[in-house]
């Protein structure tokens, strides 16, 4: 699959308004293609702006790992279609992937599954109840997204090589965690340099933080796609 390298950032506008998260991108213009839109954003009007961006020709990512009764998620799913999104991230319970694939059908919508939240390790999930290490976990969920029809997978680049093998090259990997080398780790426990992630096999890298709280967002958001291309084309 060939991806233009400035398509595989996916900036995560973890801001706390709609005129903050405005004035970000118009200080990283023709930088950024692709904006990722989560909680915090979202429940602040940041849907409305999902919509305006993708009436601009920006992709958008919105984050809300949905999870609940089919029917419910079907719906859902069909509203964020509407806003023109092209990914959607839901966790990786099958009732609930099906529901979003076949709710998707028909539009330019993308479903990523949320295999285990990268902040549980084996003991929560003993205290969630689950009888499986991460690792086990992860395999057994990827492989299910995968037979349902699910279009991706967001997992830590560490993961991706693994992944791959049990996913195959239709499904698409996008991880978060990404660092340039020299940048701070902020709260993130496993990361890898864009360059790495890509030869990891990553199709798309999350940033957010390095760009955010750069002194010049749209330089250091041109040097990770420069990183990128120099690394896809090897
Ligand atoms: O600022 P930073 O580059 O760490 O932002 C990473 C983004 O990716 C955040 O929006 C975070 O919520 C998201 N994310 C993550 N780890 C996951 C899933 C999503 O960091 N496992």
């Known amino acids: 699959m060939t991806i233009d390298p400035r398509d595989r950032l996916i900036l995560a506008l973890d801001l706390p308004s709609v005129a903050e998260a405005e004035a970000m991108i ?17 429940f602040a009007g940041g849907l409305a702006l999902a919509r305006k961006l993708a009436d ?22 069909e509203s964020i279609a509407r806003l023109g999104a092209s990914f959607l991230t839901v966790h990786a319970y099958p009732q609930t992937m099906h529901a979003a694939v076949d709710a998707r059908a028909g539009t330019n919508l993308r479903i990523l599954a949320v295999t285990v939240l990268t902040s549980y390790d084996d003991a929560d999930l003993a205290a969630a109840g689950y009888d499986f ?4 976990l992860v395999a057994e969920r990827a492989a299910q997204a995968r037979d349902i029809g699910v279009d991706g997978l967001v997992c830590s680049a560490a993961e991706a090589a693994n992944l791959r093998s049990v996913v195959g090259s ?4 996008v991880t978060p ?5 020299g940048a701070e780790r902020d709260d993130q426990k496993r ?3 864009p360059s790495a992630a890509i030869a990891a096999g990553a199709d798309y890298l999350v940033v957010g933080r390095p ?14 796609v420069a990183e ?7």
Request: glycine share 10%; charged share 25%.
């Open 133 to 136: 290490t991460v690792s086990e």
């Open 211 to 224: 760009i955010l709280e750069a002194p010049d967002p749209k330089a250091a958001a041109e040097k990770i």
């Open 191 to 193: 990361i890898m340099t």
């Open 228 to 234: 990128i291309a120099a690394t896809a084309k090897q």
């Open 170 to 173: 239709r499904m698409v990997l």
């Open 56 to 77: 601009t020709g920006k992709q958008v990512f919105v984050d809300m790992k949905l999870h609940d009764i089919g029917s419910t998620v079907a719906k859902g799913v």
């Open 26 to 42: 118009r200080k990283l213009g023709d930088a950024v293609s692709f904006y990722k839109i989560g909680y915090q954003l979202g």
């Open 177 to 181: 965690g990404i660092r340039p080398a």
